[in-house]
């Protein structure tokens, strides 16, 4: 499984654009990029994932450079409810029912007013 | 996307006793997974439950501490036997798509104290 390294910690204000970048230098061919929001007392929640170029939803933006070795995942114009712990994962595509996931040690992101 | 709910939300329990955790999913899934979360700490994968088989387990777990049951495809349990102090932990469960890009859905987890 690609090992992952994310900056332990990051700070930012309410309305902020807030880039949190990850490095997996060693992402293999059918690798997918994901990245989860935990707060505190509850599970993992899925925020997005992508493969190669740019991806948006409604909560975030991933952008993955052509050769995958690292991702970045953008939020903008963050809240006090965005604080919380964000985990950039690697995993291939499941024929299974799923994968075993690898987490890191996260980046904890702090929003201040 | 899955949901999920675990039973019970936190207990606390004495040194060497045991707590069965159940972890229900409203939809047939083929694979679940247990993870620990040490407080302060990131996830670390105990087992994967299958079912119809053992469950897998991850170095550094082992069945007779971390005895995993799959009944079915929407329910499994996990017990955490002879209870330490370092066991007091989040243990969640998961679980994944039936196949293409995985995107896990996670439990809210239980809060595990041992005294």
């Known amino acids: 499984l690609a090992k992952t390294t994310q900056p332990i910690s990051m700070d930012s204000y309410e309305g902020q654009e807030v880039n949190i970048t990850c490095s997996h230098n060693?992402?293999?061919?059918?690798?997918?990029i994901t990245w989860y929001q935990q707060f505190p007392s509850q599970g993992p929640r899925f925020i997005i994932q992508g493969y190669k170029t740019k991806v948006t939803n409604e909560v975030a933006s991933l952008f993955i450079p052509a050769d995958r070795k690292s991702s970045t995942l953008s939020l903008p114009r963050v809240s006090l409810s965005d604080t919380a712990v964000y985990y950039c994962?690697?995993?291939?595509?499941?024929?299974?029912?799923?994968?075993?996931?690898?987490f890191g040690t996260g980046t904890q992101l702090k929003v201040e007013l | 996307s899955a949901v999920i709910s675990q039973k019970p939300s936190r207990d606390i329990c004495q040194r060497g006793t045991s707590l069965t955790i159940q972890c229900q999913v409203d939809s047939q899934v083929t694979m679940m997974f247990w993870y620990r979360q040490q407080p302060g700490q990131s996830l670390t994968l105990i087992a994967t439950a299958n079912q119809g088989s053992e469950a897998t387990y991850e170095s550094g777990f082992v069945i007779d501490k971390f005895p995993i049951s799959r009944p079915n495809l929407t329910f499994s349990t996990l017990t955490v036997s002879n209870m330490s102090p370092e066991d007091s932990s989040i243990y969640l469960c998961?679980?994944?798509?039936?196949?293409?890009?995985?995107?896990?859905?996670f439990g809210p987890g239980t809060r595990l104290t041992v005294l």
């Open positions: 994962l690697v995993s291939p595509s499941t024929t299974g029912g799923g994968n075993k996931l690898t």
């Open positions: 998961s679980v994944g798509p039936r196949s293409g890009v995985d995107t896990q859905y």
């Open positions: 060693n992402i293999a061919t059918n690798d997918y």
